[in-house]
């Protein structure tokens, strides 16, 4: 298909200030960048007063598939990716059973082929069945495609072990995105096993350890000289380690998470399981330092942790309750919202934070995700910044219903979201 989308402002994070042009739109890729392109056989798209960014990349979700699929497929978990702006994503691998061969890596990727309708990628487990005792084949799991290693959810417990990681994921060129959280599984398992680990020494309060591991990894990071990625860093402990690294020159990024940005521990109490992630919502003063953080560029990219659950699963008490929340159809409204509109944010920095920086940093760059220029694939997002809506979870393309912020009124959101060069959601709808 041939279109021309005229007089869109463009902004892109490495432009600088936005400019008005015209994008003609030809064989899946950008053709033309200029004023006043003149192109009578291509179908025109009036975007004046819109925003044209490159198309949005969330590196951080979880489509269930496979294994899960009553809670979510690649299908439905690629329609609420594209109706909420995203034209790639980036897995997580604990499925069912876990991404962590390469021949389960390729079965997965030959079915997105089929299902997804955005551009779909996979991380790959640091360990056997993401159970942190033993390594996987990190070098075949990169030559079936995997665009990093990391055990979701679960921290890799052994320090010798999360250094033989990173020494294997430099060798091969492969970014480590470690989760430096407490899971049920280490608190129950590897602490009863290794009682003088330090990270969340017996009778701590639960989920208290995520600094103590940031801080480990960093520093095997930098001793090793391997890349790392921080998955949704919520505490200003955290912020502060990080900052500290980054000044020391550590190869390490990190990302942050709507709900870590802009709920605290008091509403998670009024808002109910619904509002039940790990890491778990933080104070007042974590939110703060997480919002300064992702200004002053020690956070990196906002990613949404979409992951969603069955309401039956989420609809018992917060004890019995998954963690997880659902975020692919609210992120870019949620910026939009409570960061860029009150001016925590520059539209400029927003973009780039969900668009050419999680391209650069999982090394899709390479490939066109995070570019607007010509020349390169036609993954675009057109942003109404003025369209004022009502999050109604019940009408998501998700299986789930688990959000946080159902019934929030928000400014701001993707009225056009193309992938290679084919229009696949128009007003939040995928068509």
Request: charged share 25%; aromatic share 6%.
């Amino acid at each position: 298909m041939k279109f021309l989308i005229k007089k869109a402002s463009l902004v892109t994070g490495e432009l600088g200030a936005p400019r008005v042009s015209d994008v003609l739109i030809d064989d899946g890729k950008i053709s033309e960048i200029a004023e006043n392109i003149i192109a009578p056989e291509a179908a025109a798209i009036d975007a004046s007063g819109r925003v044209l960014v490159p198309g949005l990349v969330d590196a951080h979700v979880h489509f269930r598939e496979p294994g899960q699929e009553y809670k979510e497929d690649l299908y439905t978990g690629s329609s609420a990716a594209a109706a909420g702006g995203f034209t790639t994503a980036i897995a997580e691998p604990n499925t069912v059973p876990p991404i962590d061969t390469p021949a389960r890596l390729r079965r997965l990727l030959n079915i997105a082929e089929q299902k997804s309708v955005i551009n779909f990628y996979s991380k790959s487990a640091i360990t056997k069945g993401t159970m942190g005792y033993r390594l996987t084949d990190i070098a075949k799991l990169k030559e079936a495609g995997a665009r990093a290693i990391s055990d979701d959810g679960n921290p890799v417990p052994s320090r010798r072990l999360m250094r033989s990681a990173l020494v294997k994921g430099k060798e091969c060129g492969i970014l480590v995105s470690p989760h430096c959280e407490e899971s049920a599984f280490y608190r129950q398992r590897v602490l009863s096993s290794f009682p003088r680990m330090p990270y969340a020494p017996p009778g701590a309060n639960p989920y208290t350890s995520e600094a103590g591991f940031i801080e480990r990894d960093i520093e095997l990071a930098e001793k090793t000289g391997a890349r790392l990625h921080l998955s949704h860093v919520s505490l200003a402990r955290s912020v502060e380690i990080i900052a500290d690294a980054k000044k020391r020159g550590v190869n390490v990024t990190a990302e942050a998470t709507p709900q870590h940005l802009l709920l605290t521990e008091k509403m998670a109490k009024e808002i109910g399981p619904n509002a039940k992630v790990n890491p778990p919502l933080r104070s007042e003063d974590d939110v703060e330092a997480l919002r300064a953080g992702l200004a002053n560029g020690t956070i990196d990219i906002i990613a949404s942790d979409h992951a969603p659950h069955s309401p039956e699963e989420k609809n018992q008490s917060w004890d019995q309750a998954p963690f997880g929340v659902i975020g692919l159809e609210t992120t870019l409204g949620l910026v939009l919202t409570y960061l860029v509109h009150p001016g925590i944010l520059t539209l400029k920095q927003a973009i780039e934070k969900m668009t050419v920086t999680p391209a650069k940093i999982f090394g899709l760059d390479v490939l066109g995700v995070g570019c607007l220029s010509p020349g390169v694939k036609a993954d675009l997002t057109l942003i109404d910044l003025d369209r004022k809506w009502k999050v109604d979870a019940n009408s998501f393309y998700s299986k789930g219903r688990n959000c946080p912020f159902n019934g929030w009124e928000l400014q701001g959101k993707a009225i056009l979201t193309i992938v290679a060069g084919r229009v696949i959601a128009k007003d939040g709808v995928v068509i």
